[in-house]
């Protein structure tokens, strides 16, 4: 079974400073897909970026970027010019292609990111 | 429009209990899922449903059971509750095998 380690509880960041999140996982599957979410306060799970293995190049979404090593299986969120919006809690989620895709994904237990005014 | 929705919001119910938590998604996607939020925000799936096939994770109790009544709408049903049971509840939908799954604002459900 694949797991998801996101190894910092928390984080605090200065607004208008760089942060990265780090995540790491266990598969022994060559093809996945890979997923940063964010649930702020309202605790509604908001999709921020996506990675599939296949793809060497790094996703980007704006602000937000990923360092994709899969030799290494870390999966790393680097949020630029951090925003007062980007508090809330950061999962990071595998999603296996085998058994049909139906399985869901396999959620890391959460950062908790604090932004400092 | 919201894309994926659920019903009720927030949910405080008695042990032992029978509740139902609805899930309606508008955006045609063909997978739906549940999943529990636990007091220590860790998300775990528990169910998933694609062309009328449910793949229950093997941890769940049988006392959950979900329920399609067609392709847009994947319901909750929770019989005899317990104090463990107690949880944010979220349903997401997925527009097939591979992509990403969009979530619904989530149901907090208190047994007492």
């Known amino acids: 079974a694949q797991t998801v380690t996101q190894s910092q509880p928390e984080m605090s960041v200065q607004e208008a400073e760089t942060v990265t999140l780090s995540c790491t996982y266990d598969?022994?599957?060559?093809?996945?897909?890979l997923f940063w979410y964010k649930q702020p306060p309202s605790r509604q799970m908001i999709l921020v970026i996506r990675?599939?293995?296949?793809?060497?190049q790094n996703a980007t979404e704006n602000r937000f970027s990923v360092n994709f090593q899969k030799a290494a299986k870390s999966f790393s969120l680097k949020i630029s010019d951090s925003q007062l919006g980007d508090a809330a809690m950061y999962f990071c989620?595998?999603?296996?292609?085998?058994?049909?895709?139906?399985?869901?994904?396999?959620f890391g237990k959460g950062t908790h990111l604090i932004i400092q005014p | 429009d919201t894309a994926v929705s659920q019903t009720p919001k927030y949910l405080v119910t008695q042990m032992g209990n029978d509740k139902s938590i609805k899930c309606e998604q508008n955006?045609?996607?063909?997978?739906m899922y549940w999943y529990k939020q636990d007091s220590k925000k860790f998300l775990k799936i528990m169910f998933s449903?694609?062309?009328?096939?449910?793949?229950i994770n093997e941890t769940v109790p049988n006392r959950f059971s979900p329920k399609s009544p067609d392709k847009a709408h994947l319901n909750l049903h929770i019989n005899s509750l317990e104090l463990g049971d107690s949880a944010v509840y979220f349903c997401?939908?997925?527009?097939?095998?591979?992509?990403?799954?969009?979530f619904g604002p989530g149901t907090r459900l208190t047994v007492t």
């Open positions: 990675q599939e293995a296949y793809k060497q």
């Open positions: 955006l045609g996607h063909d997978t």
């Open positions: 598969t022994s599957e060559s093809d996945y897909y």
């Open positions: 449903y694609n062309n009328k096939e449910l793949i």
């Open positions: 997401a939908s997925s527009p097939g095998l591979y992509y990403e799954q969009y």
């Open positions: 989620a595998y999603r296996s292609p085998s058994g049909g895709g139906a399985d869901g994904l396999t």
